[in-house]
């Protein structure tokens, strides 16, 4: 069984900062790519922000220069520091991790999401 928790979301004046944290447990055997999306009320949930257990990133156009992703393997443990927000940048954002597990299983992982708000 794994499971991904969210934290640190909520609600923030634009210009602001906010920093999210996804830390995956259970039965890990190796993570691979992890990362962040979003998905705003309808629209299409999107990639924010990805990062290998090497450390390589990728970001979405929107947010280059503003949000900072980053990993620590040995606490499973991604954040992404979300920096002079936007009102677009409001969304559920969603944890994501491809994981193998004990049984040797790889499945991609879905965290339960949490709500950035961002007021003008």
């Known amino acids: 069984q794994v499971q991904l928790v969210e934290s640190g979301g909520g609600l923030v004046q634009a210009g602001g900062s906010l920093r999210l944290s996804c830390a995956a447990s259970?039965?890990?055997?190796?993570?691979?790519?992890m990362g962040w999306y979003r998905q705003a009320p309808g629209k299409q949930r999107e990639l924010v922000a990805a990062?290998?257990?090497?450390?390589?990133?990728n970001y979405a156009d929107s947010v280059k220069g503003r949000f900072t992703i980053s990993r620590d393997n040995a606490k499973n443990t991604i954040y992404v520091q979300m920096n002079s927000l936007k009102p677009e940048d409001t969304a559920v954002y969603y944890c994501?991790?491809?994981?193998?597990?004990?049984?040797?299983?790889?499945?991609?992982?879905w965290g339960q999401g949490t709500q950035v708000t961002v007021s003008s």
């Open positions: 994501n991790a491809n994981i193998v597990d004990y049984r040797r299983t790889y499945e991609s992982y």
């Open positions: 990062i290998t257990s090497g450390g390589t990133t």
């Open positions: 259970g039965t890990i055997l190796r993570i691979d790519v």
